[in-house]
């Protein structure tokens, strides 16, 4: 079975700390995102990475950066942590290519909350 | 932009329906479409992959449709049962403008209740 583990699945972080969220698959996936979901918001793509050393912005990439020195990790990086990111943060990963169809997997996801 | 409807927000069935969940999108021009349950506070399981080219799926009790040209999927679930409660999510994945990254938009979810 494919597995997208995040390193924490609560974490309470104090304004203007920086703050890292890390996310590990084991199946060799190409394809890695980092999704924040709010209530009443769904969830919105912040991050994706189709490669080693690449990465793409999604649809609200402000505040965030990120990093991906392995195939296998792909950690979101909170530079300076606001209490409007709070939230639940979701990674997930999958498959690669233009001729593959992809599945998605995700984490169990990480509870954000800035003070 | 793709944008992902589902209808209704809510619902809530009594033990052993039969129900169907809705998602629309706005750009046929998708790859797969995807079925994902979230049970509260806890990420997203895959529940079933639609290729662009397949009408429809099934897993157990599950059976999801796809209609591309008309923007619309369907998640019919059989002889609903109390651990079905959990908010059911739809994502459509298109072409990145970018070049070959496949990005997933996401509904806004169903959050289903089966009362015993």
């Known amino acids: 079975d494919v597995k997208v583990t995040q390193s924490s699945r609560y974490l309470v972080k104090r304004t203007g700390e920086k703050v890292f969220l890390e996310c590990v698959q084991d199946?060799?996936?190409?394809?890695m995102f980092w999704y924040r979901q709010d209530p009443g918001l769904g969830l919105r793509l912040i991050y994706f990475s189709y490669d080693v050393k690449m990465k793409e912005k999604g649809d609200i990439p402000e505040g965030y950066s990120v990093s991906r020195e392995k195939k296998e990790r792909f950690s979101l990086i909170l530079e300076s942590a606001s209490t409007n990111q709070t939230s639940m943060y979701l990674c997930a990963s999958s498959n690669g290519g233009a001729q593959l169809l992809p599945e998605a997997f995700f984490g169990q996801g990480t509870r954000l909350t800035v003070v | 932009k793709q944008e992902v409807t589902q209808i209704p927000a809510a619902l809530s069935v009594p033990e052993g329906e039969n129900l169907v969940l809705n998602c629309s999108f706005t750009d046929s021009a998708i790859y797969n479409l995807q079925w994902f349950r979230q049970d509260p506070g806890k990420g997203l399981t895959s529940l079933l992959l639609i290729q662009s080219s397949q009408r429809e799926q099934t897993s157990g009790r599950l059976n999801a449709s796809l209609d591309k040209s008309s923007g619309r999927s369907t998640l019919y679930i059989a002889a609903s049962q109390p651990g079905d409660s959990a908010t059911y999510l739809c994502a459509v994945r298109g072409r990145n403008s970018g070049g070959s990254n496949y990005k997933l938009t996401f509904g806004k979810g169903t959050l289903l209740t089966v009362n015993p």
């Open positions: 199946m060799d996936h190409e394809n």
